[in-house]
């Protein structure tokens, strides 16, 4: 994979693909991280005299212009970031982002509008996204793909520009890469992997996966309610996704021949309800009142995760282990994150929740090794899946 390095970019128009997809309430950016990540390879760029045009997606409109997915405020906020002004094209491709591109000068950053607001860009069909494909690199004379957060989705800005202009990773891509490399050749034992959130459906692929791979899973969160159910065992109203229960068993068998330790909640809060502030008691997890839900992990599996983690030389976590946006269910979270905290391991968080957790109980980023942009990306990566937006750049 080609690297900025390898690109000369002194008075060139530069098309960076990058990964700002960030959360909102109305214009407010209630979690920058992903901007932040951003700013070091566009920083780069100028040092380097090119003229860069910043492209990206915010949340999905589905092709068509709404004006609450703008990234009109992220413009503002890459620009104080950066610390010089960053000129924004109201829209993607068409007069007012030809006419932005054409008054940059050296140095310069332009961010271009919503690319989720063309058809193009997230189309199914060849011919139209490649037709997008076509005028977004008209803009540019080369491509640095940076948005890591998207380079699993075969869309045209991640997908099909890097095949029409010359092209090369930027640094966050190649960081992020550096560190999957890591989790999946010659990874350093006791490998333990911690799963939560919200979804068994999204991360079945990666757990078959992983249990070729890892020494230990440990699964916290919504999902381990299936695996609970799996077990015969009673989980009220907590998140349960029924369809699954075969496969989920196929794990629990998987992980015995294997010799995999799959390690489930011993205890849980049982909530009246999904509250903030609703009423709850710590039970067994084989002893879920049927009229209660499972909203984060007890004090003991707390503790026994810790266990499982303490001589761990390589985490990989993935999911909050509880509603971790209601403090009272945000224990479960904070505990594994301050696990992963205290080990020397190598420790990589992935997941946009569970990224925004870490920052939301106000732990140190810089506790862990790496805090991927990408979970979605990272899950596939680690599934073993082709990464379009990789592939695009190897080529
Ligand atoms: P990530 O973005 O880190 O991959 P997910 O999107 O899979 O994580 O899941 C995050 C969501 O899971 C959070 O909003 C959290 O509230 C929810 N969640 C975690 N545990 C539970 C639970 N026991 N019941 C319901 N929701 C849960
Ligand atoms: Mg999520």
Redo the contacts with the bound molecule.
């Keep these: 994979m080609r690297t900025l390095d390898d690109l000369d970019v002194k008075g060139r128009r530069v098309l960076v693909r990058a990964d700002l997809n960030v959360p909102l309430d109305g214009e407010t950016i209630t979690d920058d991280g992903r901007i932040r990540a951003s700013v070091p390879t566009i920083t780069s760029l100028v040092e380097r005299g090119a003229k860069v045009v910043v492209c990206a997606h915010l949340g999905r409109p589905k092709g068509q212009v709404k004006p609450e997915f703008s990234l009109r405020p992220v413009a503002r906020r890459l620009g104080e970031l950066l610390g010089q002004d960053v000129a924004f094209a109201s829209d993607v491709v068409g007069d007012a982002a030809r006419a932005t591109v054409d008054t940059l000068q050296d140095g310069q950053v332009a961010l271009l509008e919503n690319l989720r607001y063309e058809p193009g860009e997230e189309s199914k069909d060849e011919a139209e996204r490649r037709a997008f494909a076509e005028r977004l690199a008209g803009l540019a004379d080369l491509y640095v793909g940076d948005g890591f957060g998207a380079v699993h989705r075969k869309h045209a800005s991640v997908y099909d520009v890097p095949r029409l202009l010359p092209h090369a990773a930027g640094g966050l891509v190649e960081a992020e890469v550096a560190v999957l490399r890591r989790l999946t050749e010659d990874t350093e034992r006791p490998y333990v992997v911690v799963l939560?959130?919200?979804?068994v459906s999204?991360?079945l692929g990666v757990i078959a996966n992983l249990l070729t791979k890892v020494d230990r899973l440990l699964i916290?969160?919504?999902m381990?309610?299936t695996f609970l159910k799996a077990q015969g065992h009673e989980v009220g109203n907590?998140?349960l996704q029924e369809d699954q229960i075969d496969q989920v068993r196929g794990f629990l068998d998987e992980a015995g021949r294997r010799g995999v330790e799959l390690v489930l909640p011993v205890d849980v809060l049982a909530a009246t309800g999904?509250a903030a502030d609703a009423a709850y008691d710590v039970v067994d997890a084989t002893a879920i009142p049927a009229d209660r839900?499972?909203?984060?992990i007890g004090p003991k599996t707390r503790e026994l995760f810790a266990t499982k983690l303490a001589d761990a030389k390589t985490v990989f976590w993935?999911?909050?282990?509880?509603?971790?946006?209601f403090d009272a269910f945000s224990g479960g979270t904070r505990a594994v994150a301050e696990a992963l905290i205290r080990s020397d391991a190598f420790t990589v968080v992935?997941?946009?929740?569970?990224?925004a957790?870490v920052r939301r109980l106000g732990l140190p980023e810089d506790g862990f090794s790496h805090i991927s942009t990408g979970?979605g990306a990272s899950l596939e990566y680690l599934e073993g899946k082709t990464l379009p937006g990789l592939a695009a750049l190897e080529d």
């Design positions: 939560g959130g919200a979804k999204d991360k916290g969160g919504g381990a309610y907590s998140l999904f839900e499972g909203l984060d993935n999911g909050p282990m509880g509603v971790f946006e992935g997941g946009g929740d569970s990224a957790a979970g």
